[in-house]
């Protein structure tokens, strides 16, 4: 089973002894977003009521794995060295049916699953995230159950007409299984956050997080609809967290499940914008019909509107020509008859000034329909009075207290990963009792460029972190030029978003990008039929060199067992995986017998042995030393093979790294043009017998055209994990690992452009 984890007085993961260990693995898998029976993606057109009338009837069961596929695919993610699975699941799987409704037999397939993880050989470490796109995919995304939405007085059969979603599900034609057209009314490839700012979603995330200050009215069974959604998501949580540790205890005995997320990407819904009238100039994404707040107020409420309209250009989101939008009569809300339908179904009594198939905002006098002048706004700066950080400082943290109870109600060892909004800092909890030895900061990061633009760019850049966060006086200043500027730009923006969080958290809380990663369906798919994955290759080497850089633990979204070339992920259009099995052929031919079990931070069974004694203090430069001695790859001691087919851009998501380093990282390389790894760091005090590991994978470094040189020469090559183990001395150390020029080849897309820096070269 792998080994325990720690968190140092550095905040670092670590060991017991206090070795630094690096978590590297995979969101598995985005299925989860959607129900597997029966199977409704987000390319699964909507023909009829039953989409919605049926909804509680759904299962999840089999999503994210069948279970007899689940060894398959666990090894195979061992194959690339990686020890961890950022597991999700949606709101929705679990309490489909309704408040207090859960479905059982999911949280134990799920309990299966996980018992199937811990069963592969050295097992993998696991978190839990309860995870959400846009609210719920009946709002455009994934996560919360078709009920809150009910819950609200919403009528989400009409938030087409009402332009209060959009669903890709509406842009499939029923005959064809296809996209309709190729117009500026067919579905954007990009379009899905903006539901971030449509009626639907901004008003769920208010209610969720600000409710009882904006929505007092909106009293639900003698509850606030903030403390009634709060508290039924937290309780379905805990109820699959608590099964788990009933059913299967061994699990966190055996180290396998490390913690649970607190919530997927919050969002502030309304709160924070200053004028409900006007779409604020600091609203980053701008595409296809953009409402102002106002406007999808009245939208929602049947009145016609004639909207902003934006497009991506290279310069990007620009406005183009104003639509008209006519709901045709329909609302967002429900009528008094529907809702007193679903209030009967579930057992809900409303505050009686709650009225049905009205606006919740018109309800508490941001403004009124009147008879002469028709719709005014009355209280424009009515969500202004929460900024961001008073946001996150106190409508987000009551939330996080909330889950944080009742999570060290049941477990007080494991981590639990504070995850705040998108590239924003999270809240000072410093000196708070909210603040434990078990915290995890939860980052994430995509590069605006890359996700925007579906390219990999090496000319321009954008300091993403940067201009979200305001920390340049005119965005002209976060452009970068040239691919080497470009990648040390994304270096610099996960260390200042580690250094951001350290400020607010302290520095005993480790950083871990839950999420990080790039499309694949780059340059109009053309890597799916010409099989060069270069550009996503120079995206992910990119992401690749910025992590092991600052030494960041992180999971890829994502790994995806249903991928196709064709529909992505299954869900709206996002096509993000590693892996597809539509590319199962695409490295077959360089198959190796690579044994699959995990690098653990506890191996020590020797294969090869090289050593050569010397002081650390020597003052003459120590010679490349290659590893003569060759491997039998059939050896008996690798049971098992790696299948390297259908994993994409193999080259940049299999990399070498520490994965327990006996002292303290300073600075860590791999350069995949000139196939070299460099690590630095400062060795502990006392004896050597305790090495280094090192993931060392044969994909790039043959071990018989290897050549090595360190400060300190004893090594040993464990051929079962593909790890090298390194005895050096205290102090500073480095070792350098490299192909011999002559075997070296070129990889597609570099140019030579992350050449190890000058101040790194040893010598």
């Not at 390319?43 to 060894?71: G, M, R």
């Not at 790890?723 to 990889?747: A, D």
Request: charge should be negative.
């Amino acid at each position: 089973m792998p080994a325990k984890i720690h968190i140092s007085v550095n905040g670092e993961f670590c060991d017991k002894e206090g070795n630094v260990i690096q978590l590297r693995g995979v969101n598995l898998d985005p299925s989860i977003k959607i129900p597997a029976k029966p199977f409704l993606s987000t390319h699964t057109p909507i023909v009829d009521d039953k989409f919605f009338e049926d909804a509680d009837k759904v299962s999840f069961i089999n999503h994210p794995l069948i279970l007899e596929d689940v060894e398959e695919h666990i090894i195979r993610l061992k194959s690339l060295g990686y020890n961890t699975i950022r597991l999700p699941f949606t709101w929705e799987s679990l309490e489909h049916a309704g408040p207090g409704q859960y479905d059982y037999d999911y949280m134990d397939y799920i309990v299966e699953v996980l018992t199937r993880i811990n069963s592969v050989e050295q097992g993998m470490y696991v978190y839990l995230d309860p995870h959400q796109d846009v609210w719920s995919r009946f709002s455009g995304g994934s996560g919360a159950p078709l009920w809150t939405l009910y819950c609200a007085g919403f009528q989400p059969a009409n938030f087409q007409a009402t332009d209060a979603a959009i669903l890709h599900n509406y842009y499939i034609d029923p005959k064809t299984g296809r996209e309709i057209g190729k117009d500026e009314e067919s579905y954007p490839k990009m379009v899905w956050p903006t539901n971030y700012f449509k009626l639907a979603c901004q008003t769920m995330f208010t209610l969720f997080f600000g409710g009882k200050q904006f929505a007092p009215k909106c009293i639900i069974n003698g509850e606030n609809i903030q403390d009634y959604m709060q508290g039924k998501f937290s309780d379905a949580i805990m109820t699959l967290y608590a099964r788990i540790k009933d059913k299967a205890p061994e699990l966190f005995d055996n180290n396998c499940i490390i913690g649970l997320e607190s919530v997927n990407e919050p969002n502030c819904g309304y709160m924070g914008e200053a004028n409900l009238d006007v779409v604020p100039k600091e609203r980053d994404l701008k595409l296809g019909r953009t409402p102002t707040a106002f406007q999808s107020f009245m939208l929602g409420e049947g009145i016609k509107c004639t909207v902003e309209q934006y497009k991506r250009t290279f310069f990007g989101f620009t406005k183009g020509k104003p639509c008209t939008v006519n709901p045709g009569g329909k609302k967002a809300w429900l009528n008094a008859q529907e809702r007193d339908t679903i209030d009967a179904k579930y057992n809900w009594e409303r505050n009686p000034e709650w009225e049905p198939e009205t606006c919740i905002w018109k309800l508490h006098g941001v403004w009124e329909n009147n008879q002469t002048r028709g719709p005014v706004l009355l209280k424009p700066n009515y969500f202004g009075q929460v900024n961001e950080t008073v946001f996150i400082n106190n409508h987000f943290v009551e939330y996080y207290t909330g889950i944080y109870n009742k999570f060290r109600a049941v477990d007080k060892e494991s981590f639990i990963f504070l995850q705040p909004p998108v590239m924003k800092l999270p809240p000072n909890l410093q000196n708070s009792k909210l603040l434990d030895d078990r915290t995890v900061c939860a980052c994430h990061f995509y590069d605006g460029m890359t996700l925007m633009y579906k390219t990999w760019n090496k000319r321009i850049g954008i300091d993403t972190y940067g201009l979200v966060n305001k920390k340049y006086s005119n965005p002209a200043f976060a452009v970068v030029l040239g691919e080497n500027n470009i990648r040390k730009c994304i270096r610099k923006q996960l260390a200042e978003m580690q250094k951001d969080a350290k400020s607010a958290l302290g520095e005993k809380v480790p950083v871990f990008f839950t999420e990080i990663g790039i499309p694949f369906d780059m340059d109009d798919k053309k890597a799916y039929t010409t099989n060069d994955y270069s550009s996503q290759i120079g995206a992910l080497d990119a992401l690749g060199f910025a992590l092991e850089g600052n030494n960041l633990s992180y999971t890829l979204w994502c790994y995806c067992s249903i991928n196709s070339h064709e529909w992505g992920d299954n869900w709206n259009n996002e096509d993000f995986s590693i892996w597809s099995p539509d590319d199962k052929l695409l490295y077959r031919e360089n198959r190796s017998k690579t044994p699959t079990r995990a690098p653990s931070p506890t191996s020590t069974t020797d294969s090869v042995s090289t050593s050569k004694s010397k002081s650390s203090s020597s003052s003459q430069p120590p010679s490349f030393i290659q590893l003569e001695s060759k491997l039998d790859l059939d050896s008996p001691s690798c049971s098992l093979e790696t299948d390297l087919s259908g994993y994409r851009a193999l080259d940049a998501i299999m990399r070498p790294f520490p994965i327990k380093i006996h002292g303290t990282f300073e600075f860590a390389e791999f350069n995949l043009h000139n196939r070299t790894y460099v690590l630095k760091l400062v060795g502990k005090t006392g004896t050597t017998t305790v090495p280094t590991h090192i993931f060392l994978p044969r994909h790039h470094f043959a071990l018989e055209h290897l050549s090595i040189r360190s400060s300190s020469d004893h090594y040993t090559y464990n051929a079962d994990y593909q790890v090298l183990e390194w005895f050096h001395e205290p102090g500073h150390q480095y070792i350098e690992i490299r192909l011999k020029s002559k075997y070296r080849c070129s990889t597609p897309g570099s140019d030579g452009s992350n050449d190890l820096p000058a101040e790194c070269v040893i010598s």
